[in-house]
Every structure is written in C-alpha cells, then in structure tokens.
C-alpha cells in the first residue's frame, strides 16, 4: 500500500487507498457507501506525442482497436452490449501524453437486499475484467480494423469545421516540426489507411507494435470506485490487473527540441476561422510546471491578466469599445519542455482595427507587474478561496471523478494530495518572476483571427485547410512592444492598476445539520399570490453552506421582436454585471440570465452568507442598465452570435430544429431577422415594459430558512416594483402534436459552405409526457435499442461517428429520436435506419426473458441513481417546475412503471409506435443539408414519395426500406406546419398545487 490517508474535503464519507501492485501498476480505490454507480479509468501514459513519425494518429486507432475485443472476450461488441445492460457507458481519449479509457456501471451488488461484497459483487468486477484483458491481451481484430479506421477518419471529417480544432492544429504547425507537438494526432484514413498501403506498411503490425513498445503496467494509472469494501476493491485489482506486462519503461519526457524556438517566435499570424470570429491570440512559452504543483506560479500572473474588474486590461479595453471578453491561461504540452501561456482578447469591430493599441494595453500592463514583486496578498487571498472550494467540494459523477484522478496520477504529485492536488501551499515569488521573465515582446506569437483582417491570406495549414499567412512582427511594432513592456509608472495607462481586496470571499459557514428521517422530494410552496409563487427547500441531503435562487420573469413575449429584444436586455445586463461581479466570480459565486418563452429565467447561487449581496447587484443592474451604453457592441455581437449558430456543425444544430418544430418557440434565424431593426430606445421601452408587469416563479433551495427565503423574494418588489399580470398574459409552455399515421419532412441546407457533414433527426412522436404508461415504456425503449442502433449505424454500417438516440422531450410531448451526423446523405441514413428498425422488431420478439429483466433491472437503476451534490438536486427541482410538470416524483413513478412493464407491453408498444410498417406511426425526418455538394439538392414532392418505396443503389444488397404506405409530406413553410397541428395539454394541468402548499402566504 502506497497510503490511505488522503487529504479530503470536510464533508466527504468515502474511504480512499493507493496500491502499487508488483507490476508497478498503481492504483486509486474508493469505497463510497453511497454510491449507485461505479465507475474506473485506467490512464496510459503514452499518446499522440509518441506516435509514428510516418503515421500520424497511430496511438488514436489503437485507442479504438483496443475496445474491440481480446482472447479472453473476443466478441467485438461484448463490453459495450455488457456495460449498456448495467446502467452505464463507456468510452476512450487520445490526449498528448495519455491514453484513458474509462466506464461506469451500477453498483448495485448482485443481491439488493445484502450489502456488496466479494461474494455478492456489484457489475463492477467483470466490468474490471473487460478493462484488464483489453490491456493485456488485445487481439486487434482484422475485421475490425478497417471499420474503426473509417471511425478515426469520421471522427476527424466531424472536427474540420470546428474552429477549436482548426486553430490548435494551426498553432501546432506554427511550431517547431522538430518538437513533436508539431504532429497531427488525431489522425484520417489517408494518413492510417492509403499512404500506409501504398508504402506497404501493415498498419495492423504497426499498432500492434505500438502497443507492444508503449503500454506497459508501470506507465499505467487506475482509479476504481464502487460500494464494495477497500479490500474487497484491492483483491480484485491485484487479481485482475497483475498480469498487466511490466515492460520497465521509463517516464516520457521532451527535452531535446523547445515547442516553440526563436524561429518560431516574434511573429505574427493572421487566420481565416469558420466562423464570424474576431480574436487576437497571444502565446508566450512558458516555465515547465511539471513538479511546481505546490505553488503554482503561473497561476498568479493568469489571475492579474484574466482579472476582469476594476484596473484590469478587460477593464480598460472594454472602456475603449474595443473588446467583449479576455481569457488568459497556462497549459502543459508535455512533461520536460515549456508550457504554453496564452491570452485570448475577443473582439468588437473597432478592437480589431486597433488590435495593435489592444497589444500595447497588454504590455503595459506586464510592465506594471514587472515593476513590483509579487504581492503576497494577492497569492493568499487565491489560496483562501482555493480552501474554501476544496474544504466544501461535493461529490461528482463517479466517472468524471475518475476520469481526473488518474490522469492527475501520471504527475508526481504527493499520493496524499490526489484529492487536493488543486491548492496551493507555497508562495514562490522567484518563480512568479521567471514566469513573467517569459513574457517578453520578443517571446510572442500573435495570432489574430478574423474573416475579415486581410484577404492575402497565403498558406493553408495541412490537416484541416485552415487559410492564413505568417510574418516577422514588423521592426517598428517590435519597437513599440518593447517601449510599452519597459513603460515607467508615469508613461503607464493610468486606468491599469492591481485589482483591490475581494470582498465576496465567504466568512461565514454555518451550517446546522438536523437528523432527517425521511428525505423531502418535493420543495414547498412559501408564498403565492397574484404577482409570485415562491418555492422553497431547505437542504436535507449535503450540509453544505451553500445555496441557490431561480426564477422565471413571465412577462408578454408574443413575436420574434421581442424575443430579440429580451435576449439583446439580457446581453446588456451581463456586459455591464462582468466588471462589478468579477470578484464574486472568482470567490465560488454564479449568476445567469437567459432567454425563456415566457419571459427571463435569472439564476444566482454560491455561498449563502453573501447570496443576497449577490441578488440585490443583479436586480439593480436589471433595472438601470444604460441601454445606450456598448448597445452597438453588444447587438453587432448578437448578430455575429446567431450567424455562427447557423454555421455550427449539423449535429449542433439537429436539437434546435426540432425544437423549433415541436414548441412554439423561435429560431435563430427568426431572430437574427429582427436584429437590423431593433434599436436603443426600443430595447429600452422593450425592459420597461418587461419589468413594470410580470408574473414571478421562483425556487429558493439550499442552506437558508424560510425566512430568509421570504425575504429573498421581498427583494424583487422592493427592486422593480412591478405590477401584477393579467391571467389572460400568462404564457405556458406549448409543444405539438404529431397526428397518427403522418409522416413529415424539414430540410434545410446548412449556411457553412465547406461544410461536407449532413446531419438528421429521425423522430417517432409518442405522446403526452405525463402518461404514466408510455413514459417508462418510452424510456425502455431506448435502454434496449441504444447499444444496437449505435453497433449498426456507426460500428457496422459506419454511417457516422456522432450517432445517438433516445427520449426527445419537447415540453409535454415525448418522441423517440436518432441523431446522425453523416457524409451521407440523409436520405440514406433514413432508409439505413428503416431497415434497422423494421428488422429490430424481430430482435426484441426473440430476446429472452433473463435479457429483458436485465434491461428491465438496468433502467430502473439509472432512473433512481442517487442525486450526487446541491447543484443537481437544484437543477432536478427546478427543472419540474420550469418545465410546468411539477412531477417531483417523476424518477420512481417512472420506476413502478418499468418494473411491472411485459415483454408483451413492449412489443405492443413497438409495432404501434416504432415499427416502419405501423399506420399508426407518426414520424418527423428534420435533414440539414450539406451546402455546395452534389447531393444537396433539396428533394421534391416526388422525392419524398420515393423515400417510401426504397432508396437509391447506395442500399447493399438493394434492401427495400419498409413503409406503411403513408406518403411523407414536405414542410415548405412552419408557421403553417404549427399552425395546422394540435397542441399537447400542459404537463401543469394534470396536478394540484395544493399539497405542495405549507404555511403560504397569500398576500
């Protein structure tokens, strides 16, 4: 045993042990009591730094290889088909320097009534197993390797239009090609497949190579969590993972070869993203923090240049009208050469013509960094803040809690601080200043990114085509950075200073933690009259000092205008709340507005003892926001929001549009047709009204009483002083019909013209949410068709990387859905997904009995996973309420169901609503076209009967699609579409307020 006794936060009950088996595997156990789900991730430290350098993206395919089987379970899908079947999921990452493959399964011991033990095991153990042979003895399937080499090569087709992606590639081809960072490590066909083949390279050899000089068990970090006892963990690691082979390797370290040399540096770079972006990019190499974890220096120069209050860059550069946000940071590329530090300005038009004095800001005010040594004040007042967050750090999903430990095992932290790894417990000035000593004008690489910064862009970067060009920052600029980073006090902007004391740091953390005999699932109703409804619960589940108030503003938004207008307010208010409310920010506070249909939902939440300080900024903001203030910045920021949201990939988007079919909501598109006409005065008439007449729905929840509650919503009134509503103006949510036997068709070509990725939803309307007998035969549905949709459509039929099914709830309507994204055409995977569906209803007429209890066993298990910190448990109460069902039981309604639900019930179930050949079906196809290909021409009404019959000679075997006869119509406008359908009843009108009443104030 390396330790058990870990540093962990005040609250926390679980029971941790660091192993090191005889192999040098090291491992992470937890024993939570509590828990309902188990998870592991076992990281290897290797990744695409080490791939090949004539085969970019190898240690990525071997990545998807190694899930495919191995001598003990050589069956391609056997772990997907055994971890779906316990509740979970699972899945891999290629990272720089590691490899994580990672699942999650319920913890539910064999046994329910007993508790988990060696001899009443939960899933978990042979869930371990699978892990382990994929380590130990990978078969590398011949007829899985091409398929999953088409999977590396759909995975990268679904990323070239990203302009994350886009950029980081750029900034690795803007490196040293000596340094491996300069590698593309995600890999396609061609550099896997073709140029392999044509140098007569097995490719297969070259992973299994791969495999053979780089997976080794002392490079390998496990972390495990489940119910089970320590011990009970620590025999079955040791059993299952000791033959992991010991290959003695040696840590990976890159010292040879800098990322970023003085070639590489002093330049400047100007990009053509996808998107309508304006960003300017500095990057600094910085010091290798591999083993500063103790102090962190970095971390104290990303705080004063990120900072976004008072004297701060943003500060300053917003005061000019020339930028909307400013993230700095610190990354590590690879252990041994230096770190990135980077700064990222956005924008507005006028910052990118003054992009340069946005520049001199930045080096002025490293300047007045440069003058003064570190301040001790500063670096305690992060550390106070980083002890709090730890001292009340709540419990997370266990696979995210996994997923992290490990990777943070690979770095030679202390074991006892694996949980605490993110504290600081050293103040270093010396290194504080080798940080900053990095930071000079000579050591910069400029990237500005704009669609519209030059049209002389000369270079297309390799693997993605991202256009730009690349240059010596001229002498004069060079010159002017210099003079600006050596600026004296008296040459300085006096506007840039140190930012003062934070004041939202919390003080007091009382928390009265009263037995509970029984868990309150529902929050009560405190107060409801004609101008609010106020709902209330107090924490009885986490003790933490914390809590969290919601509300919804329903106020008359009847037309794409004022819905323009409202999300135009909201961008307003949180523009000018950024500087005021930064320190509350950093000291564990949030706030948010967002749009709703029925007017705005603002949240806020943190630490209790300050939550009303906190309110009280947001409401005052609301209500005298200087709408003229930044109102071109921030409606040309708008415009440019909601062009991008139509330039997002097709799998973004598919969620959107069936939105938009299925509600009376408004899409981006109708909003952006609103924006040229919109002015200031109308936005300001717009928030009068908003404000001055509303009706308000609220849940206050956490670590505050009643009272306190109450006076939370005291504050409201006394702020904006609103009127009451008319009944008759309050919206409620609305959703649609889809009429038995219909079958409908949206298409759409997508705005982004390189774009080569279609996307569709194939949608099966259900019914009403609230019908207690198709909702959990709906849910069972998609527990048992889930792995095989993904197996057929992306494993066999490789139609996509990015497939998925499942419930779609629109408001209280309820569908089934498959989201594809694809270079196919849509029509095509329609058809694909028919001929599954139809061949599926025998699937589930011949499973067996043991099998559907499985499933039966599995779903219920998810439905009841334990609520795991306050955040969640806010987020499930709110979203009954948001959502107007009130069903706060909805989790074990939904498990009674499931539980007495027939094999008989689903097949019932399946040939009403799924099966192709049903009239009763009702479908909705939404097909988001591809621009400028060949086959985006939107079809015709004869096309879209065609799809009925079968489709084009893409079909193997020339499989006709099934149909139930029904002749799909083409939607050609959707107000009429919406118009013409029936609307479901309101989730709220199935239930009574009443009983949630206690102690309500009427008045």
């Known amino acids: 045993m390396v330790t058990d006794s870990l540093e962990m936060p005040s609250l926390d009950n679980r029971a941790y042990r660091v192993i090191q088996l005889p192999n040098e595997l090291e491992a992470l156990l937890v024993h939570d009591p509590d828990t309902d789900m188990a998870s592991a991730s076992l990281d290897v430290g290797v990744g695409s730094l080490s791939d090949d350098s004539d085969i970019p993206g190898l240690a990525h395919a071997v990545e998807h290889l190694l899930f495919m089987g191995s001598e003990k379970y050589p069956k391609e899908n056997a772990f997907d088909q055994y971890i779906t079947s316990?509740?979970?999921?699972?899945?891999?990452?290629?990272?720089?320097?590691?490899?994580?493959?990672?699942?999650?399964?319920?913890?539910?011991?064999?046994?329910?009534?007993?508790?988990?033990?060696?001899?009443?095991?939960?899933?978990?153990?042979?869930?371990?197993?699978?892990?382990?042979?994929?380590?130990?003895?990978?078969?590398?399937?011949?007829?899985?390797?091409?398929?999953?080499?088409?999977?590396?090569?759909?995975?990268?087709?679904?990323?070239?239009?990203?302009?994350?992606?886009?950029?980081?590639?750029?900034?690795?081809?803007?490196?040293?090609?000596?340094?491996?960072?300069?590698?593309?490590?995600?890999?396609?066909?061609?550099?896997?497949?073709?140029?392999?083949?044509?140098?007569?390279?097995?490719?297969?050899?070259?992973m299994i190579g791969f495999y053979e000089d780089h997976y080794s068990a002392n490079r390998m970090k496990l972390a495990v969590l489940s119910s089970e006892p320590l011990d009970v963990l620590e025999a079955w690691v040791v059993d299952l993972f000791s033959p992991v082979s010991n290959k003695m390797l040696p840590p990976l370290r890159w010292q040879e070869v800098d990322p970023f040399g003085p070639d590489q540096l002093g330049m400047l770079c100007f990009a053509k993203p996808v998107k309508d972006l304006r960003e300017l990019d500095l990057t600094f190499p910085i010091i290798d923090e591999w083993d500063l974890f103790e102090s962190n220096p970095s971390s104290y120069i990303s705080h004063l240049?990120?900072?976004?209050?008072?004297?701060?860059?943003?500060?300053?550069?917003?005061?000019?009208?020339?930028?909307?946000?400013?993230?700095?940071?610190?990354?590590?590329?690879?252990?041994?050469?230096?770190?990135?530090?980077?700064?990222?300005?956005?924008?507005?038009?006028?910052?990118?013509?003054?992009?340069?004095?946005?520049?001199?800001?930045?080096?002025?005010?490293?300047?007045?960094?440069?003058?003064?040594?570190?301040?001790?004040?500063?670096?305690?007042?992060?550390?106070?803040?980083?002890?709090?967050?730890?001292?009340?750090?709540?419990?997370?999903?266990?696979?995210?809690?996994?997923?992290?430990?490990?990777?943070c095992m690979q770095k030679p932290i202390p074991r006892a601080w694996l949980l605490s790894h993110e504290k600081l417990r050293k103040f270093d000035p010396k290194r504080i200043r080798s940080c900053l000593d990095c930071l000079r004008p000579e050591n910069v690489l400029i990237t500005v990114v704009s669609r519209n910064i030059t049209d002389k862009w000369d270079r297309r970067e390799k693997?993605?085509?991202?256009?730009?060009?690349?240059?010596?920052?001229?002498?004069?600029?060079?010159?002017?950075?210099k003079t600006a980073f050596s600026a004296s006090e008296r040459d300085r902007i006096t506007a840039l200073r140190l930012p003062p004391t934070n004041k939202f740091i919390p003080t007091s953390f009382k928390v009265e933690k009263t037995p509970v005999v029984e868990l309150a699932i529902a929050p009560r109703i405190i107060r409801n009259n004609d101008l609010a409804r106020a709902w209330f619960k107090k924490d009885d589940m986490f003790w933490v000092p914390k809590a969290s108030l919601t509300m919804i503003f329903r106020s008359p938004i009847t037309s794409p205008a004022d819905a323009a207008k409202s999300r135009l307010f909201i961008d307003l208010v949180l523009d000018g709340l950024t500087e005021c409310l930064y320190d509350a920010t950093l000291a564990g506070f949030q706030y948010s507005l967002n749009m709703d249909p029925r007017g705005l939902v603002l949240k806020v939440s943190g630490y209790n003892d300050k939550l009303p300080t906190l309110l009280k900024h947001v409401l005052v903001q609301m209500r005298d926001q200087n709408i003229k203030d930044r109102f071109a910045i921030c409606k040309e920021r708008l415009n440019r929001h909601y062009h991008n949201i139509l330039r997002e990939s097709p799998w973004n988007q598919l969620y959107s549009f069936i939105h938009w079919l299925m509600t009376e909501d408004y899409h981006a598109a109708e909003l952006l047709a609103q924006l040229p006409s919109i002015t200031a005065e109308a936005?300001?008439?717009?928030?009068?009204?908003?404000?001055?007449?509303?009706?308000?729905?609220?849940?206050?929840?956490?670590?505050?009483?009643?009272?306190?509650?109450?006076?939370?919503?005291?504050?409201?009134?006394?702020?904006?002083?609103?009127?009451?509503?008319?009944?008759?103006?309050?919206?409620?949510?609305?959703?649609?019909?889809?009429?038995?036997?219909?079958?409908?068709?949206?298409?759409?070509?997508?705005?982004?013209?390189?774009?080569?990725?279609?996307?569709?939803?194939?949608?099966?309307?259900?019914?009403?949410?609230?019908?207690?007998?198709?909702?959990?035969?709906?849910?069972?549905?998609?527990?048992?068709?889930?792995?095989?949709?993904?197996?057929?459509?992306?494993?066999?039929?490789?139609?996509?990387?990015?497939?998925?099914?499942?419930?779609?709830?629109?408001?209280?309507?309820?569908?089934?859905?498959?989201?594809?994204?694809?270079?196919?055409?849509?029509?095509?995977?329609?058809?694909?997904?028919?001929?599954?569906?139809?061949?599926?209803?025998?699937?589930?007429?011949?499973?067996?009995?043991?099998?559907?209890?499985?499933?039966?066993?599995?779903?219920?298990?998810?439905?009841?996973?334990?609520?795991?910190?306050?955040?969640?448990?806010?987020?499930?109460?709110?979203?009954?309420?948001?959502?107007?069902?009130?069903?706060?039981?909805?989790?074990?309604?939904?498990?009674?169901?499931?539980?007495?639900?027939?094999?008989?019930?689903?097949?019932?179930?399946?040939?009403?609503?799924?099966?192709?050949?049903?009239?009763?079906?009702?479908?909705?196809?939404?097909?988001?076209?591809?621009?400028?290909?060949?086959?985006?021409?939107?079809?015709?009404?004869?096309?879209?009967?065609?799809?009925?019959?079968?489709?084009?000679?893409?079909?193997?075997?020339?499989?006709?699609?099934?149909?139930?006869?029904?002749?799909?119509?083409?939607?050609?406008?959707?107000?009429?579409?919406?118009?013409?359908?029936?609307?479901?009843?309101?989730?709220?009108?199935?239930?009574?307020?009443?009983?949630?009443?206690?102690?309500?104030?009427?008045?």
């Open 86 to 206: 316990n509740s979970g999921y699972s899945n891999a990452s290629t990272s720089s320097t590691s490899t994580n493959y990672y699942f999650t399964v319920s913890a539910n011991p064999s046994n329910p009534s007993e508790a988990a033990s060696a001899d009443n095991p939960s899933a978990l153990h042979r869930a371990l197993d699978f892990l382990a042979q994929f380590v130990i003895s990978p078969l590398f399937l011949t007829s899985s390797l091409d398929r999953e080499l088409c999977v590396v090569d759909l995975e990268h087709s679904k990323n070239r239009q990203n302009d994350d992606w886009r950029l980081w590639q750029l900034k690795k081809e803007l490196s040293d090609p000596g340094h491996p960072f300069h590698k593309f490590g995600t890999g396609n066909l061609d550099t896997l497949k073709v140029q392999p083949e044509l140098r007569n390279i097995s490719i297969r050899d070259r």
């Open 305 to 407: 240049i990120g900072h976004e209050g008072p004297g701060s860059i943003l500060s300053y550069i917003k005061s000019k009208g020339w930028a909307n946000s400013l993230e700095a940071s610190r990354y590590s590329l690879c252990a041994g050469s230096p770190g990135l530090f980077s700064c990222v300005i956005k924008l507005t038009e006028e910052g990118l013509d003054c992009y340069w004095e946005v520049i001199m800001t930045f080096f002025q005010y490293l300047s007045l960094l440069s003058d003064a040594p570190a301040q001790e004040w500063i670096y305690d007042e992060k550390k106070c803040i980083k002890d709090i967050d730890f001292r009340f750090k709540q419990k997370s999903r266990p696979i995210d809690f996994m997923k992290e430990a490990s990777r």
């Open 463 to 481: 693997w993605y085509q991202t256009e730009y060009s690349v240059m010596a920052i001229p002498a004069n600029r060079m010159a002017e950075m």
């Open 683 to 1003: 936005t300001a008439q717009f928030r009068s009204e908003l404000l001055s007449r509303m009706h308000m729905e609220m849940l206050i929840h956490g670590n505050i009483y009643k009272e306190e509650a109450l006076k939370l919503t005291d504050m409201f009134e006394s702020i904006l002083r609103p009127q009451v509503l008319a009944k008759s103006e309050l919206h409620t949510l609305q959703s649609m019909i889809l009429p038995t036997g219909s079958s409908y068709i949206f298409e759409d070509v997508l705005k982004d013209p390189a774009n080569v990725n279609h996307g569709l939803a194939f949608c099966l309307y259900i019914g009403h949410w609230a019908d207690h007998t198709l909702r959990p035969q709906a849910r069972m549905l998609a527990q048992i068709i889930g792995e095989p949709v993904f197996n057929q459509l992306r494993t066999k039929e490789q139609l996509s990387y990015n497939t998925g099914s499942g419930i779609q709830r629109s408001y209280a309507s309820m569908s089934f859905l498959i989201r594809v994204q694809s270079e196919r055409h849509p029509q095509h995977v329609d058809g694909r997904i028919e001929i599954f569906l139809a061949s599926f209803a025998q699937t589930l007429a011949d499973m067996s009995q043991a099998d559907f209890e499985t499933h039966k066993r599995s779903l219920i298990a998810a439905r009841l996973e334990k609520i795991k910190n306050l955040e969640q448990e806010t987020e499930r109460l709110w979203g009954h309420i948001d959502l107007e069902d009130f069903e706060f039981d909805d989790a074990q309604q939904d498990a009674a169901g499931i539980e007495h639900l027939t094999k008989d019930d689903m097949l019932k179930f399946y040939a009403h609503y799924i099966d192709p050949r049903s009239p009763t079906r009702a479908k909705l196809s939404v097909r988001l076209l591809a621009h400028g290909r060949p086959d985006t021409a939107p079809v015709t009404e004869e096309g879209v009967t065609a799809v009925a019959r079968a489709l084009p000679e893409e079909l193997p075997d020339e499989q006709p699609v099934p149909g139930n006869g029904t002749t799909p119509v083409l939607i050609r406008d959707v107000s009429e579409f919406k118009a013409w359908l029936s609307r479901a009843p309101n989730a709220g009108d199935f239930c009574n307020l009443r009983e949630y009443e206690l102690g309500t104030e009427a008045n």
